[in-house]
Every structure is written in C-alpha cells, then in structure tokens.
C-alpha cells in the first residue's frame, strides 16, 4: 500500500526517459498508479513496448512506448512531439536514461568515456531542453535528473560514470537558479545501492553482496519503489518549494564508511 495519496498525480503527464526497465520503470509505475499518464523512452522498442503494455495493465492507466536514443537531439524531439500528440502536454521529466560498465581509468577507452557522457550527460540535456522549448517555459513543470553518489568521494572503476553524473549534479542546480523564475522545479534523485536492478547485478556480482549489504548503515539495499517514493514526492506539490536539489536515497551507503567496501585491497 502507497504512502501516498491515489490522485496525488490526477491529470499529470510525465516523459520517463530509461522507463523500460529498472528503478524508471519502477518510477513509471508509481506515477500511473497515482494518477498520472506516462510516456516511456528507450532505445529497444520491443522491450520498451512490453513494458507499456504491462505497466497500463497493471494501473489501468495510459503508458506509451515512444522508442528514440537520448544521444540524438531530433529521436529526442520526435519522442517529445509524439507524447504531446497523444496527451496534450507534459507536466513532468525524469533523466533516467543510463549506461555504465566496469573499468579501470587506466583502460578506458576514448569511446568509451564518451559514450557514458553522451547517454547520461548529453542525453539529459537534449531531453530538458527540447522539453522546455515545448511546454516547460510557458506552463512550468517538473524535471528530475537521476544522478548517483558515485562522485561524492571516489568509485573504483567508475571514472566514466562518476564524472557524468557530477555533471548532472552541476547541470541540476544550474537550471534551478535559472528556470525557477518560470515555475519550473528542477532537482535529481541519487541512489544509492538498489536491489534487483541491471545495474546492481552487473556492478555488483553475488559474492559482494553481503559485504556491501553491511556497509551501508541501514543495513541492506534499496528498493526501486524506495527510489519511486522519492521522485513521487519531488513531482508532487508536497515538493512545491523543493528545488534545486540532490535528493540521495541510498541507505547512508555514501558515508565513510562505505567506502570499505568498495575498496580496490
């Protein structure tokens, strides 16, 4: 049962990039089953289009599977235009869209630090911006960046992903000075540690598990609805004078103390 109130979104319309699977198809799923309709974006349309079809029966809400690449500026735009053709308007944007892998800094190859730029970095902007110029700027809105706490001291073999969510980070707070003024709330979830997601199983094999598990202070890992109860609240007007934020929701897993558990020894 949600904490939160049925129709806390009724009449809302969210852009969910990264929506067909993992913590935004969770985040997806708590914005229809409160009252939202919901657009998803990924680059596997068949995927993304079973999802669609499962997360509209699950809530009985509206979910459309629009298939583009956050690294392309024109997929993103057509994406855009198709959710407007068929809802109206939209009301919120969650950045979720990811790539990550495993990789000493020392073997990182040149296309592949640019290709976690483009996807995380380039890819929230081109979204965020082709959204503002369509509806954002006149109507207001919400936008939700989905970060990390991977830079808040230092990732083994995270360079690459580190340095593109600390520009998300960067990227949050800036247009938060700048668009606040036209009632546009910009902030950023990062989680920590969840559990049953891609990431974690490809990030985190098995025989971690139990080592980072008890490296985070509250003792175990995350949950996707954990991460979908914080951007409910930060899309919701119980979030109205929240802005500007970096909203972690990771169990205490980026205090001193985790880092122990990802250390290199």
């Known amino acids: 049962m949600s904490v939160f109130r049925d129709d806390i979104l009724a009449g809302k319309v969210a852009f969910v990039t990264g929506g067909g699977s993992g913590i935004c198809k969770g985040i997806t799923r708590a914005f ?114 989905i970060s990390a706490t991977l830079h808040y001291a230092a990732t083994p073999l995270q360079m690459h992903a580190s340095a593109a969510k600390a520009a998300i980070d960067a990227m949050t707070r800036n247009l938060a000075l700048e668009w606040g003024s036209m009632n546009i709330r910009v902030n950023a979830i990062a989680p920590g540690p969840i559990d049953d997601t891609e990431g974690m199983t490809r990030l985190a094999p098995k025989d971690m598990k139990d080592k980072l598990e008890k490296a985070v202070p509250l003792g175990r890992f995350g949950t996707v609805e954990d991460v979908a109860n914080a951007a409910l609240f930060l899309a919701s007007d119980a979030a109205s004078y929240v802005h500007g934020e970096v909203f972690v929701v990771d169990g205490g897993a980026w205090l001193p103390g985790m880092a122990g558990a990802f250390s290199m020894g």
Do not use: Q
Request: charged residues 25%.
């Open 32 to 145: 229809l089953a409160h009252g939202a309709e919901c657009a998803i974006v990924g680059r596997k349309a068949d995927r993304l289009a079973e999802a669609a079809a499962e997360l509209e029966k699950e809530t009985a809400r509206a979910c459309l599977a629009v298939p583009a690449d956050v690294r392309d500026p024109k997929l993103v735009e057509a994406a855009l235009d198709a959710t407007l053709d068929r809802f109206g308007k939209i009301d919120i944007v969650v950045n979720g869209a990811a790539g990550n892998f495993l990789c000493p800094a020392a073997a990182l190859s040149y296309n592949g630090f640019r290709t976690v730029m483009e996807i995380d970095t380039l890819g929230t902007w081109h979204v965020t911006r082709a959204a503002f110029e369509r509806g954002l700027r006149d109507r207001g809105g919400v936008v939700i960046n």
